[in-house]
C-alpha cells in the first residue's frame, strides 16, 4: 500500500500538455459542408471563410486576372463554379484531382447562387488536357461505353450511379421493416436453375479433361461441372426453410449470343422468397408494395430530379422528361390489373393489331404482345400482373395450378406471373414453387432434368452429374408452401430513370462479344 499511495498521489497532481489550437478545434463539428452538392445546397447571406473542397476539373474557362473553374466530385450532376487568382491556377487543368481553400460568398454572376474565391489550390492528382478523353462537349453512349473505367466520372453517369445507390437503400429499408432477412447467395453453383444450358462453365487454369492417365494432381479443380450462377432462386428456398422469408441483390450470368438494349451477361437480380405462403396473390401484392414502395420512398430525391433533366444534345439519348414521370406516377397507383394468360391471348386474337407473331396458346408471349398488353390493360400507365402461363413454357419447379379458375385444363398451366411494364415489358417473374417431392420429380422427368435412380448403383454412378439432389432433399424433410420472385435489377433502374439502353445502368457492362475492362 505504501508503494502505491505516492503514485497515486503523483498522479492527481499531475498536469496535462495545453492542446494546439488546431487539436481544439476538431473537438467541435464543422457545419460546412463537405461535398459539391453539400456546398450548393449551402446558402448563407453572408460570407463563410476557411472553407475546403475537394473536386475533379470539369472544365476551366480562362481571363486574364481570373480563371473559373468548374468542379464536380461525383455527388451533383451540377458544377461548382470556382473564382481563381491566375498566379493560383496552374495545373488547373481539365481531369485534375484538386482540393481549393478560401470563401464561399453570394455570387455576383448568374447561373449560381454562390460561388468560392479560392485563396489557395492544391493539385493533389495532375491531368494532361491534351489527352483526357472526356472533353467538355457531347459524348455518345456509344463512345462512353468504350472507357468503362472513365464513364462514371461523367456527370450523368455518376447520378445514373447514385440513383442505383439510393434505390438498393430503399429496398434495404423496404424489405427490413418486414422482416425479411438479406442473405448472400453463391455465385459458383453446380446447378442450373433454369435448365436452358446458356451458362458460363467455370474451371481452373490446370483443369485438364479426365482420361485414364489422368493424375491425381490433374483431377479438375471441382468434382462436378460448376456454373455462374442463373439465378439464387434455389439456393433462396434453402435458406428460407431456415430464416423464414428473405432476400438477395446478387450478380447473375447469362451465356445468350443477344445483343439487344435489354441484355447484358452479367446483370443483377433482386430475388425473394416467402416461406409458408399459402397463395401466388401474396407473391404479387409482395412485388406491388414493393416498387410502389421504391417510386413514393425516392418521388423528391434529389438524384431523381437531376435524372429527369434534359440538356443539349443528351436528351435525345433519354426517354423524354414527362414519360418518365408517368412511369413513377403508374408504379404509385393503388391497384395493378391482374389478369391471366389465357385471357391474354384471346384479347390479342380479338384486337386488330397487325402482330408479326400470332398469338397462339402454349407459345411464350413476344414483346410485341407484351407491349400491347400494358398499353390496353394497363392503360399505358400502371404496370399489369400476367399470371398462370402454360406448364410446358415454363421453369420445372413452378407450382401446377389445379384451377386456373376454369380458363384452362386442370395441371395445363402454372402458378406464376410475369410483370409487365409499359415500354419496357417484363421485369418481374414469379411463381409458387412446386413443393411436393412427387410432383417435382415428375416435373423433372417430364423435361428429361433428372431420371431418379432405380438402383444403389445407379445412384452412385449419378452421384457427379445429378446436382439437383440437394434441391429434392428440401422437399424431403418439412417443406411448406412457398413462393417468390426475380427482379431485373438494371432494367428497373432504365425504367426508372429513362435511360434507353441497360448498358448505361451499370459501371462496368459485359454483353456478347464486350468485357473491356
Not at 83 to 111: C, F
Request: aromatic content about 8%; proline content about 6%.
Amino acid at each position: 500500500m505504501s508503494l502505491i499511495l505516492p503514485l497515486l498521489r503523483g498522479a492527481s497532481r499531475r498536469r496535462f500538455p495545453k492542446l494546439p489550437a488546431q487539436a481544439v478545434s476538431r473537438a467541435f463539428i464543422s457545419t460546412a459542408p463537405t461535398s459539391v452538392a453539400g456546398f450548393l445546397d449551402f446558402k448563407p447571406h453572408e460570407t463563410v471563410s476557411d472553407v475546403k473542397v475537394d473536386g475533379y476539373v470539369r472544365s476551366v474557362r480562362s481571363q486574364k486576372h481570373r480563371h473559373f473553374v468548374a468542379l464536380g466530385d461525383g455527388s451533383s450532376l451540377e458544377s461548382l463554379q470556382a473564382v481563381v487568382p491566375a498566379d493560383q491556377a496552374e495545373g488547373l487543368t481539365i481531369g485534375a484531382a484538386v482540393r481549393l481553400y478560401g470563401s464561399w460568398i453570394p455570387s455576383q454572376g448568374r447561373g449560381q447562387s454562390h460561388e468560392l474565391q479560392v485563396e489557395r489550390t492544391s493539385i493533389l492528382g495532375p491531368s494532361d488536357a491534351k489527352t483526357f478523353p472526356l472533353q467538355k462537349k457531347y459524348q455518345t453512349p456509344e463512345y462512353l461505353r468504350t472507357l468503362p473505367h472513365l464513364r462514371p466520372r461523367v456527370p450523368f453517369n455518376s447520378a445514373l450511379l447514385r440513383f442505383r445507390s439510393e434505390v438498393i437503400a430503399s429496398l434495404t429499408k423496404f424489405f427490413g421493416n418486414r422482416q425479411f432477412v438479406q442473405t448472400h447467395t453463391p455465385i459458383l453453383t453446380s446447378s442450373d436453375c433454369e435448365g436452358a444450358g446458356q451458362v458460363f462453365h467455370v474451371s481452373a487454369d490446370h483443369d485438364v479433361p479426365p482420361s485414364s492417365s489422368t493424375s491425381e494432381t490433374d483431377k479438375p479443380f471441382f468434382r462436378r461441372p460448376v456454373y455462374t450462377t442463373v439465378s439464387s432462386q434455389l439456393h433462396l428456398e434453402a435458406l428460407a426453410q431456415g430464416l423464414g422469408d428473405v432476400w438477395t441483390l446478387s450478380p447473375t450470368f447469362r451465356a445468350e449470343q443477344s445483343n439487344t438494349p435489354r441484355h447484358l451477361s452479367e446483370f443483377y437480380m433482386l430475388e425473394a422468397e416467402m416461406s409458408f405462403a399459402d397463395s401466388l396473390h401474396s407473391v404479387m401484392d409482395l412485388v406491388e408494395d414493393m416498387l410502389r414502395h421504391i417510386s413514393i420512398d425516392l418521388a423528391e430525391s434529389r438524384v431523381r430530379k437531376e435524372l429527369l433533366e434534359r440538356v443539349g444534345e443528351r436528351a435525345s439519348d433519354l426517354v423524354p422528361a414527362e414519360r418518365v414521370n408517368q412511369r413513377w406516377e403508374g408504379l404509385m397507383q393503388k391497384a395493378w390489373p391482374r389478369i391471366t394468360y389465357t385471357d391474354a391471348i384471346e384479347l390479342l386474337k380479338a384486337s386488330n393489331e397487325p402482330f408479326v407473331h400470332s398469338p397462339i396458346w402454349g407459345e411464350d408471349l413476344q414483346t410485341e404482345h407484351e407491349k400491347y398488353i400494358a398499353a390496353e390493360v394497363g392503360n399505358d400507365n400502371s404496370p399489369v400482373f400476367v399470371t398462370n402461363y402454360p406448364r410446358d413454357i415454363k421453369a420445372f419447379y413452378m407450382k401446377v395450378d389445379s384451377e386456373d379458375g376454369g380458363k384452362s385444363a386442370p395441371g395445363t398451366t402454372v402458378e406464376c406471373f410475369d410483370l409487365l411494364v409499359p415500354d419496357f415489358c417484363e421485369i418481374v417473374g414469379g411463381s409458387m414453387r412446386e413443393h411436393r417431392l412427387d410432383n417435382l420429380v415428375q416435373s423433372m422427368r417430364d423435361r428429361e432434368i433428372v431420371s431418379g435412380p432405380s438402383s444403389q448403383s445407379d445412384a452412385e454412378s449419378q452421384s457427379t452429374e445429378n446436382n439437383l439432389d440437394w434441391y429434392l432433399d428440401l422437399r424431403r424433410w418439412g417443406c411448406p408452401p412457398h413462393g417468390g420472385f426475380g427482379l431485373g435489377f438494371d432494367r428497373l433502374i432504365c425504367y426508372l430513370s429513362g435511360v434507353q439502353t441497360i448498358r448505361d445502368t451499370t459501371a462496368f457492362p459485359r454483353w456478347y462479344g464486350r468485357c473491356d475492362c
